[in-house]
């Protein structure tokens, strides 16, 4: 398993762009968050089990496939509620469950204090949603409390990462793998990723 799996897409890079620009209004912003969210559906999900079932057609009878594996998305709030509806448009069976988690700031160690999960995600892909990956804290605190709970098919899905969160991660749960459209040049000394974007859950919810 590769540490991560960046999404090397043009359009997807074009979106990335338009979410760094310090211009870029919060309506846009959230609009990008979700659509970028769309792309990394689509990679997280594409080893998903299936089956078959026999349709009718105008035309004739055809063998199609439909996804078999239950999928739990499980963002961790705030700025991960932002990537649920993109998530949705290709997942709409999914459950979803949250995870209340923030960075203390002169620590920078995660603080759960809301934690919600549906009951029996033992066979279910559970899609963690962090669209940051900075120092990876957040994200290896919320991977072994979903471990805790039962899940053991876990993915972790982030719009930008940084070098120091991949590698936390990889550290404490090197089973689970990472999506990121792109992943950034590290951390500054207040833990931010740089370039990045700044605060994803402020610009996501018009709070700066």
Not at 71 to 99: D, N, Q, T
Not at 104 to 116: F, G, I, Q, S
Request: a negative charge; glycine letters at 8%; one cysteine or more.
């Amino acid at each position: 398993m590769k540490p991560i799996r960046e999404i090397h897409h043009p359009l997807a890079l074009e979106k990335i762009g338009q979410l760094r620009e310090h211009a870029t209004d919060v309506s846009t912003f959230r609009r990008i968050v979700a659509e970028l969210s769309t792309f990394l559906a689509i990679e997280c999900t594409d080893d998903l089990a299936t089956e078959t079932r026999t349709i009718q057609t105008p035309i004739a009878q055809a063998t199609v496939v439909r996804a078999r594996d239950e999928v739990v998305l499980i963002p961790i709030l705030r700025a991960g509620l932002g990537m649920v509806e993109g998530m949705l448009l290709w997942i709409p069976s999914a459950k979803v469950g949250h995870l209340g988690m923030y960075r203390d700031p002169d620590t920078l160690m995660p603080v759960e204090y809301y934690a919600n999960t549906p009951a029996g995600m033992n066979d279910s892909v559970v899609i963690v949603l962090d669209p940051m990956l900075a120092t990876g804290g957040s994200a290896t605190a919320a991977l072994g409390l979903l471990k805790a709970r039962g899940a053991k098919h876990i993915k972790l899905a982030s719009i930008i990462a940084a070098p120091e969160g991949i590698a936390k991660v990889q550290s404490h749960h090197p089973d689970v793998q990472i999506y990121a459209v792109v992943v950034d040049e590290g951390l500054n000394s207040h833990g931010y990723i740089v370039p990045g974007l700044g605060d994803a859950g402020d610009r996501i919810f018009g709070t700066l």
